[in-house]
């Protein structure tokens, strides 16, 4: 019996977020993946990296079927014109950094004139484009003002006509999940996630304001420290980056979950939360209020009186078991990760590769 061979895979990346490490890991099952992740962050390994990348693709023709990228970049721009001129399919994963600039915050890959080139290159060459959300194609949000509302691959790129296919990110539904974990849930605890450097971006000055006004409320930050030389309320702790096993128990103790993004390519951690049964207050950005469903709240305008106003409607309201277990099935249904392994596959197979001899 003949089994057929696997796909040769190049999977490319700029870091190593669960997103990322949940796609290594569906491509891993059907595909030989060779994973190239580097450090562009630091600008004197650039060369080093691109060197090290036309070491690689030099013969790409013969080593790989496909080269699938996530985060379009510095990263991207030559494996993609490697791939148009060796006739390998490009596939590249857009995650919403690298279609946004916002640079009043400042936010967005394409905020930088060579990253924007790089991206621009790798957009236009690359087989198909996968944007985790249609909102990435093109979206105009006015959560914050008119400043910087519209974004998206076709407001900064129009001359791109490349083939788009919406893949939602996915979730593991079996780890978000209460079995053997104790303790019980606290009406008025408030959870948010977000890195240092996103604080403004995912509404931490907003959260700060609204804690003051709302001292029977505790709010707790993941992912994050305090930002420095600032006073903070007594109920708002910052915890700092902590492991997913301890931010499921958290979320499971807590009853709201903020996601208040200024722009959000998805929303990871929204979707965690509401597995875990908590009630997500969302900002009116991008797809979050889809992401949040029926159940969510959604919050129109970067306000810090709306917002105060809403939570204190959500805490006092009796918020039943029914509505957290609806929140948990609605991401099940929509935001599962074999319904992104599934149409990952689906793309993967519809693409033509070259069957090079080996």
């Known amino acids: 019996m003949i089994f057929p061979l696997k796909k040769r895979i190049l999977f ?25 992740i580097l450090d562009w962050d630091s600008k004197w390994k650039i060369p080093l990296n691109l060197l090290t990348q036309i070491l690689t693709l030099a013969f790409l023709k013969w080593r790989f079927d496909l080269v699938f990228i ?16 060796y006739n390998v399919p490009v596939l590249i994963i857009l995650n919403g950094t690298d279609v946004a600039s916002l640079p009043s915050i400042p936010y967005g890959s394409l905020r930088k004139k060579i990253v924007r080139w790089a991206c621009w290159i790798s957009y236009k060459y690359a087989t198909r484009l996968l ?24 407001h900064f790129f129009p001359d791109i006509n490349t083939p788009y296919s919406v893949v939602h990110n996915g979730l593991d539904i079996s ?24 604080f403004q971006l995912k509404g931490g000055d907003l959260i700060l304001q609204v804690a003051r006004d709302l001292p029977y409320a505790e709010f707790i930050i993941l992912g994050s420290t305090p930002p420095p030389k600032t006073s903070l309320p007594e109920n708002v702790v910052f915890l700092g980056k902590v492991s997913q096993e ?27 939360a509401m597995l875990c049964g908590c009630i997500p207050v ?12 029926p159940e969510g709240f959604v919050l129109g305008k970067r306000d810090p ?15 039943t078991q029914d509505q957290r277990t609806f929140n948990r099935q609605w991401i099940s249904n929509h935001y599962s990760l074999e319904e ?17 001899s080996r």
Not at 24 to 32: G, T, V
Not at 182 to 195: L, Q, Y
Not at 282 to 293: D, E, H, Q
Request: proline share 2%; glycine share 6%; hydrophobic share 40%.
């Open 12 to 36: 490319i990346a700029p870091n190593q977020s669960s997103f990322v490490r949940n796609d290594i890991k569906i491509l891993s099952e059907k595909s030989e993946l060779h994973i190239s």
């Open 70 to 85: 996530s985060f379009g970049g510095l990263w991207s721009a030559l494996p993609t014109l490697f791939g148009k001129l």
């Open 131 to 154: 944007p985790v959300s249609e909102t990435l194609i093109k979206v105009h949000n006015e959560y914050n003002g008119i400043v910087d509302a519209d974004q998206g691959l076709l």
């Open 175 to 198: 780890f978000w999940t209460q079995e053997n974990i104790g303790g019980v849930r606290n009406k008025n605890r408030i959870t948010a996630v977000f890195s240092n450097h996103q």
């Open 246 to 272: 301890r931010m499921r128990e958290l979320f499971f103790s807590s009853s709201i979950h903020l996601q208040l993004s200024i722009f959000e390519g998805f929303g990871m951690s929204l979707c965690e």
């Open 282 to 293: 969302v900002s009116a950005v991008n797809m979050l209020p889809s992401i949040a469903g």
């Open 305 to 319: 009186i709306a917002l105060k106003e809403l939570l204190d409607k959500i805490l006092d309201s009796e918020i």
């Open 340 to 356: 992104r392994k599934k149409n990952l596959n689906t793309i993967i197979s519809g693409t033509h590769v070259s069957n090079h």
